[in-house]
């Protein structure tokens, strides 16, 4: 199939080399020329173009247009395309990591101009080129098959690894809750960790374990892969900080579960873990402090100065 690519960043322009390498023609556009070109002089089967005009007048009707691009341009992207030339019948596809609220919104105004829309949850990172992508995709039976094709050649496991699991929306929750779970997990081995390594009579090997886990464990996992790979190179870290980011979805999976009335204390807890990790100096360990001087007279630790 013929589809366009809007958005070539790390996992857009992955993106379009699988699919160009799985027979699909694409046309590549972004708002630096110079990928678009690259991914071009690469693979016959890739066109880059000038503008969203130009992606429009490339593609045929219906034409497929994939947009992955960080959400807070997702709507004006849309509105850019709109100004284009999209038509009746035309799917677009969110991509990015947005809310679901919000791609339950673009598909009501989008099927006012009669296109279609769906969103796709995209989990993989740098790795999917290789070995595919896992992709929970929201949406009407009818954009789903206009995407069909293109979904099973980005899928891991030979196409196995995609999935229309509902409406509009829906494939942007999943992946939400999916993120939270990889907070939780990725929590859960940081404090196993940070165990072992506490406990110096044993001298453990981080590495050597982690080597050890990945072969017929109960926790072996890419997260795990991923963590011997970082130790086999810098045995105890010390090249990073402890600062924790994060990007938006933990929080909004949090959020949910406050609406819904579900407990989610494992997945709760990773998140405020990564919001402590920023705090040098906490506020709320010295009001702690303050309470166990005040009832029992206990010893407390003087605050660091700046000569120390």
Same mark, same amino acid.
């Given at each position: 199939?013929?589809?366009?690519?809007?958005?070539?960043?790390?996992?857009?322009?992955?993106?379009?080399?699988? /699919?160009?390498?799985?027979?699909?023609?694409?046309?590549?556009?972004?708002?630096?020329?110079?990928? %678009?070109?690259?991914?071009?002089? =690469?693979?016959?089967?890739?066109?880059?173009?000038?503008?969203?005009?130009?992606?429009?007048?490339?593609?045929?009707?219906?034409?497929?247009? $994939?947009?992955?691009?960080?959400?807070?341009?997702?709507?004006?992207?849309?509105?850019?395309?709109?100004?284009?030339?999209?038509?009746?019948?035309?799917?677009?596809?969110?991509?990015?990591?947005?809310?679901?609220? =919000?791609?339950?919104?673009?598909?009501?105004?989008?099927?006012?101009?009669?296109?279609?829309?769906?969103?796709?949850?995209?989990?993989?990172?740098? $790795? %999917?080129?290789?070995?595919?992508?896992?992709?929970?995709?929201?949406?009407?039976?009818?954009?789903?098959?206009?995407?069909?094709?293109?979904?099973?050649? /980005?899928?891991?496991?030979?196409?196995?690894?995609?999935?229309?699991?509902?409406?509009?929306?829906?494939?942007?929750?999943?992946?939400?809750?999916?993120?939270?779970?990889?907070?939780?997990? #990725?929590?859960?081995?940081?404090?196993?960790? =940070?165990? #072992? !390594?506490?406990?110096? =009579?044993?001298?453990?090997? #981080?590495?050597?374990?982690?080597?050890? *886990?990945?072969? %017929?464990?109960?926790?072996?996992? *890419?997260?795990?892969?991923?963590?011997?790979?970082?130790?086999? !190179?810098?045995?105890?870290?010390?090249?990073?900080?402890? *600062?924790?980011?994060?990007?938006?979805?933990?929080?909004?999976?949090?959020?949910?579960?406050?609406?819904?009335?579900?407990?989610?204390?494992?997945?709760? /807890?990773?998140?405020? #873990?990564?919001?402590?990790?920023? !705090?040098?100096?906490?506020?709320?360990?010295?009001?702690?402090?303050?309470?166990?001087?005040?009832?029992?007279?206990?010893?407390?630790?003087?605050?660091?100065?700046?000569?120390?």
């Amino acid at each position: 199939m013929k589809l366009a690519m809007i958005g070539l960043g790390r996992m857009g322009g992955n993106m379009v080399k699988r /699919l160009a390498g799985g027979g699909h023609d694409v046309v590549a556009y972004d708002v630096d020329a110079a990928p %678009g070109k690259a991914l071009a002089a =690469e693979f016959n089967a890739v066109t880059a173009a000038a503008d969203l005009q130009d992606v429009i007048a490339q593609l045929p009707a219906p034409r497929v247009i $994939w947009v992955m691009v960080p959400h807070q341009f997702v709507d004006s992207t849309i509105a850019a395309l709109l100004q284009a030339g999209v038509e009746s019948g035309d799917l677009i596809i969110d991509g990015g990591n947005s809310n679901y609220k =919000e791609g339950q919104r673009r598909g009501v105004e989008l099927a006012g101009h009669g296109i279609l829309f769906a969103d796709c949850g995209t989990s993989g990172g740098v $790795w %999917g080129l290789k070995n595919g992508y896992s992709l929970m995709i929201g949406g009407a039976d009818a954009a789903i098959a206009l995407i069909a094709p293109a979904l099973t050649t /980005l899928a891991s496991n030979d196409g196995k690894g995609w999935g229309h699991v509902g409406p509009v929306g829906a494939g942007h929750f999943v992946k939400m809750v999916h993120n939270g779970i990889e907070y939780g997990m #990725m929590q859960a081995f940081a404090e196993g960790f =940070e165990l #072992m !390594q506490a406990k110096e =009579e044993f001298d453990l090997d #981080m590495h050597q374990i982690s080597r050890v *886990w990945q072969h %017929g464990s109960v926790v072996s996992s *890419w997260l795990l892969d991923l963590t011997g790979d970082a130790l086999e !190179q810098d045995g105890d870290l010390s090249s990073m900080s402890d *600062w924790m980011d994060d990007s938006g979805e933990g929080r909004w999976t949090v959020n949910e579960s406050i609406d819904l009335g579900i407990p989610t204390p494992v997945l709760t /807890l990773a998140l405020q #873990m990564r919001f402590r990790s920023r !705090q040098k100096d906490a506020f709320a360990g010295k009001i702690v402090n303050a309470q166990r001087a005040g009832f029992g007279g206990h010893a407390i630790k003087a605050a660091a100065t700046d000569a120390e």
